[in-house]
């Protein structure tokens, strides 16, 4: 085959490969795709992302959202059952971009580890925060890192893991535009009791 054939030929392969890569599946009856689980719903589509049960003109979002009360799993004082005592014992902060506890911190980790020995009908709460630099991911990731990192160290102590619960915050609750240095408050793992 000569070579403008043959060039010919591959370019003509490729746009017919590529071509069967951009087709999108029809969304299906309840607004996701077949298998992937994306909802293909736009903002516009009934407020709120929730589908209508079918053959109800008169339906409306309030016939099946109910408001959130005091017996959810996780609220701002309550998580997976258990009543959050906050203030207790101190957070612990960290490097930028890091997850390892510095010499400086262990004593406070110390401190938590002798107040859980002392009172078995605790649990402990760890979430991982951290500033605004980096993607949500990142942050996420690196929030989780650190309530791990603090978790394994208060193993080293003597808690056991099953009394240990991480929850990675991330970003969430970083304040944004702060230099790396007055964002230092949200590079910590707040420890937080747990009671039942």
Request: hydrophobic share 30%; net charge negative; aromatic share 8%.
């Amino acid at each position: 085959m000569n070579k403008p054939a043959h060039i010919f030929f591959t370019l003509l392969l490729a746009v017919f490969l590529l071509s069967g890569c951009t087709r999108k599946q029809a969304p299906s009856q309840y607004g996701t795709e077949t298998g992937g689980g994306n909802s293909s719903l736009s903002d516009t589509d009934f407020g709120s992302g929730i589908i209508p049960p079918s053959g109800s003109d008169d339906w409306s979002p309030d016939d099946v959202l109910t408001a959130r009360g005091a017996g959810d799993i996780n609220s701002d004082d309550m998580y997976n059952g258990f009543t959050k005592v906050k203030g207790v014992l101190p957070s612990i902060y960290f490097d930028f971009d890091s997850s390892s506890v510095a010499a400086s911190e262990r004593a406070k980790l110390q401190q938590a580890a002798n107040y859980l020995e002392q009172n078995p009908g605790y649990h402990l709460l760890v979430e991982g925060h951290c500033d605004w630099y980096g993607t949500s991911e990142y942050n996420l990731a690196l929030g989780d890192r650190r309530a791990n990192s603090i978790s394994n160290y208060l193993g080293t102590l003597g808690i056991t893991p099953l009394r240990i619960e991480k929850l990675s915050k991330g970003s969430l609750e970083a304040t944004s535009g702060l230099s790396k240095s007055q964002s230092s408050q949200d590079r910590r793992a707040d420890l937080i009791l747990l009671k039942k």
